[in-house]
């Protein structure tokens, strides 16, 4: 087999994101480097003969298992295929509620208590907030109950999808029962096992690492201050403006089927999806050994659950449940025949295609990077000889690095852990870091997940950054394009008034304190700023 440079490895991702960017069409450019990553490996296995059959590997290979991936132990991995159903699924009920009358009474509803364009913005915060447990869950239902209320006040898109998107995962990675803390909990325990000095168990390791995790935190405290204050910059700003002329004279014109629908026509199904997505959690994770433990509290009961719950089983089941209600609901109000519903249900499952394209392309880009080793060569690149002290800094740059070019922040955990943790443990003990390994330490498994939230929140061939464009209605390199300003500056703060002054011994509560300091001061610069011009 040839064994071509290393380098050759991030040339694939470059040359999707650099195409997504400069053409503002996502397909061709996923595609672009799709191609560009199999012929790669094709000529290291092949030669010029392999290059010759790379199309037809990326049709017959590549793209089949991105999504229902090669069986491990004898299981098939049903993941991907789970979540494009949900997707699609997600598209037939908000369709169906659009065309039953459902959502203009929800929005009607909603407009009592979000009467304007601040409201509106603070209610999809809160929503967010609200549906914690599964950020997959959180960008479809947020972004399609509020994309109505949007329109009515004026909102860009490229905003509603910021919003949706910069709650999804970092109230995902952050909450103590959610469907990210199965995969975190085992990716920190696989990782410590041969650690003998680190008493502490998976559980306690996460928990202290979430004051440490800047990020995450710092995002969730920027978009309520920037809705407060009335701020925007950069591209956003244009977006914003832009909306205030061509929305406006919209009159809310993508008008339902039926404009006075009962508000159940809208709120069961949506409370279903929402409310039916944690009981699904709770019932494929439930334990008998978990809840009959009478050492456990309450909240680590959850945890333990929810942890080991089956997501895609909880969402399929939501997701259906929530079809057969809003079917059966739009015949017993009379709204619409069965032969309408079931219409209904299909244009929204139309409307899906393009998002799924999107979605199983940057799989199959995630595959391929994975078989020609690109983030091993990044943490190769980077990690290399580092000081104890600047290590976290540097894991969190090359979780933004992986992240980014992989569009997986899962990806980026399951990669990352395993390198870095053990390593990074025996570094801090073997420099006599006494007092300071165990927050070192925990402030290194906080860069790994932050920074892969952050990597994901730039990377336009992120699903989670793909999906919230999709339940918002927003062109997806403008949501990426207006988005990435607010998450750099945010993830500036974090790195320089949080990461660097803890890695040198800085208390955490007074390093969040700092970040709060330097965020408000940023912001009422902006504010001044926008207030002059």
């Known amino acids: ?87 699609v699924m997600i598209g037939g009920v908000s369709m169906l509620i659009q065309k039953n009358g459902g959502m203009s009474a929800l929005v009607h509803k909603l407009s009592h208590f979000a009467n304007n364009k601040k409201k509106t913005q603070m209610l999809t915060y809160l929503m967010g907030i609200l549906i914690f447990f ?46 990210w803390i199965g995969a975190e909990l085992t990716y920190i325990s696989d990782s410590t096992k041969g650690l003998v000095d680190l008493e502490k168990s998976a559980y306690a390791l996460f928990l202290s690492s979430i004051p440490y995790s800047f990020y995450a935190i710092l995002t969730l405290v920027f978009i309520p201050l920037i809705v407060i204050k009335n701020i925007d910059f950069g591209p956003m700003k244009r977006a914003e403006d832009a909306a205030q002329i061509t929305e406006s004279t919209d009159s809310y014109a993508d008008k339902q089927v039926n404009e006075n629908g009962p508000i159940g026509l809208a709120l069961l199904p949506l409370s279903i999806l929402s409310i039916g997505t944690l009981i699904g959690l709770l019932v494929s994770g439930y334990s008998e050994n978990v809840w009959q433990n009478s050492e456990l509290s309450l909240t680590l009961k959850l945890s333990r659950t929810i942890g080991e719950s089956n997501s895609y089983h909880a969402l399929l089941w939501s997701s259906f449940v929530a079809s057969v209600v809003g079917v059966l609901s739009s015949l017993w109000y009379k709204k619409l025949s069965l032969k309408q519903s079931i219409e209904s249900l299909f244009l929204g499952y139309k409307s899906m295609i393009e998002a799924v394209i999107i979605l199983i392309l940057a799989w199959s880009l995630s595959g391929v990077l994975d078989d020609l080793g690109t983030a091993s060569f990044l943490e190769e690149i980077i990690s290399g000889h580092v000081p104890p002290n600047w290590l976290p800094s540097v894991v969190f740059v090359l979780a933004i690095l992986v992240s980014f070019s992989t569009g997986s922040s899962w990806g980026t955990m399951a990669i990352l852990f395993p390198l870095i943790l053990s390593t990074a443990w025996q570094l801090y003990t073997n420099a006599n870091l006494v007092n300071q390994a165990e927050s070192l330490f925990s402030l290194t498994i906080a860069c790994i997940m932050s920074g892969a939230v952050f990597g994901d929140h730039i990377s336009p061939i992120s699903d989670t950054t793909i999906m919230s464009s999709m339940s918002t209605g927003c062109n997806h390199i403008e949501h990426v394009r207006t988005q990435m300003p607010y998450a750099i500056l945010i993830g500036l703060v974090a790195l320089f008034a949080g990461i660097v002054p803890v890695s040198f011994g800085l208390n955490v509560w007074f390093a969040l304190i700092l970040c709060l300091l330097v965020l ?14």
């Not at 959180?138 to 972004?143: A, C, K, R, S, Y």
């Not at 408000?520 to 207030?531: E, G, P, R, W, Y």
């Open 134 to 179: 599964d950020d997959y869950a959180n960008t479809l239902i947020v972004g399609n109950t509020t994309r109505g209320l949007a329109r009515k006040f004026k909102i860009s898109k490229e905003k509603m999808a910021y919003l949706v998107d910069s709650t999804a995962a970092p109230i995902a990675a952050l909450a103590f029962a959610t469907t």
């Open 1 to 87: 087999m040839i064994q071509l440079p290393e380098w050759i490895t991030i040339l694939p991702p470059i040359l999707a994101i650099l195409l997504a960017f400069i053409t503002k069409e996502v397909v061709s450019s996923l595609l672009s480097g799709l191609l560009l990553g199999v012929m790669i490996v094709q000529y290291q296995k092949d030669q010029w003969f392999g290059v010759l059959q790379s199309p037809f590997v990326l049709i017959d290979t590549y793209l089949p298992q991105s999504v229902v991936p090669n069986p491990e132990n004898g299981q098939v991995d049903r993941g991907h295929i789970s979540i494009l159903i949900f997707s």
């Open 520 to 533: 408000l001061i940023i912001v009422f610069a902006l504010s001044k700023m926008q207030k002059e011009v």
